[in-house]
T-cell receptor
Framework: GQNIDQPTEMTATEGAIVQINCTYQ??????LFWYQQHAGEAPTFLSY????GLEEKGRFSSFLSRSKGYSYLLLKELQMKDSASYLC???????????FGTGTQQKVEL | SAVISQKPSRDICQRGTSLTIQCQVD?????MFWYRQQPGQSLTLIAT?????????ESGFVIDKFPISRPNLTFSTLTVSNMSPEDSSIYLC???????????FGPGTRLTVL
């Protein structure tokens, strides 16, 4: 079976740095994705990791450790517009299929 | 990336009826998927829409309930058949586009079944 765990909810203040963790136990691994989803909208792609290490993209970075089944999304200089749900998804097997975690609701306060 | 549109954006339907959701992409794509997002939940893959052949369904989803068509590389439909209130969800299509196996999502169809 596939199991992907994320914290349900996190709260931080504007300007802070937050780290959203994702642990996974899946049969097979072909890559890990992070998506951002604002309320009432579709998920938008943030990052993709297939090799161990850190991928940096502006204020957002994502880290992967395949041996530990672990990833995190790092949000720097937090802004009010970053209030959203962040979804961790693992690609397994053939055919680009994604299995999503439950999502982390990130709240940003003044 | 790809520009993806879905119709309808939302609908309210009666129990026992069926609704067909359309997904249109602005470029030809090989891989296209249908997901469901129930209220307050994450996304669950329903099926892979295969061009020119029957869709590949995930465990818990069957063709009689969710028939899918994929007549070409830019278009697909998902039908939610014989609906019940438990089918109230957001239904999203996604495509693999650009590099690195990235999936991009359509805006979703918000379905409410009374």
């Amino acid at each position: 079976g596939q199991n992907i765990d994320q914290p349900t909810e996190m709260t931080a203040t504007e300007g802070a740095i937050v780290q959203i963790n994702c642990t996974y136990q899946t049969s097979g691994f072909n890559g890990l994705f992070w998506y951002q989803q604002h309320a009432g909208e579709a998920p938008t792609f943030l990052s993709y990791n297939v090799l161990d290490g850190l991928e940096e993209k502006g204020r957002f970075s994502s880290f992967l450790s395949r041996s530990k089944g672990y990833s995190y999304l790092l949000l720097k200089e937090l802004q009010m517009k970053d209030s959203a749900s962040y979804l961790c998804a693992v690609m397994t097997g053939g055919g680009n299929k994604l299995t999503f975690g439950t999502g982390t609701q990130q709240k940003v306060e003044l | 990336s790809a520009v993806i549109s879905q119709k309808p954006s939302r609908d309210i339907c009666q129990r026992g009826t069926s609704l067909t959701i359309q997904c249109q992409v602005d470029s030809q794509v090989t891989m296209m998927f249908w997901y469901r997002q129930q209220p307050g939940q994450s996304l669950t893959l329903i099926a892979t829409a295969n061009q020119g052949s029957e869709a590949t369904y995930e465990s818990g989803f069957v063709i009689d309930k969710f028939p899918i068509s994929r007549p070409n590389l830019t278009f697909s439909t998902l039908t939610v058949s014989n609906m019940s209130p438990e089918d109230s969800s957001i239904y999203l299509c996604s495509v693999v586009a650009g590099g690195r196996d990235t999936q991009y999502f359509g805006p979703g169809t918000r379905l409410t079944v009374l």
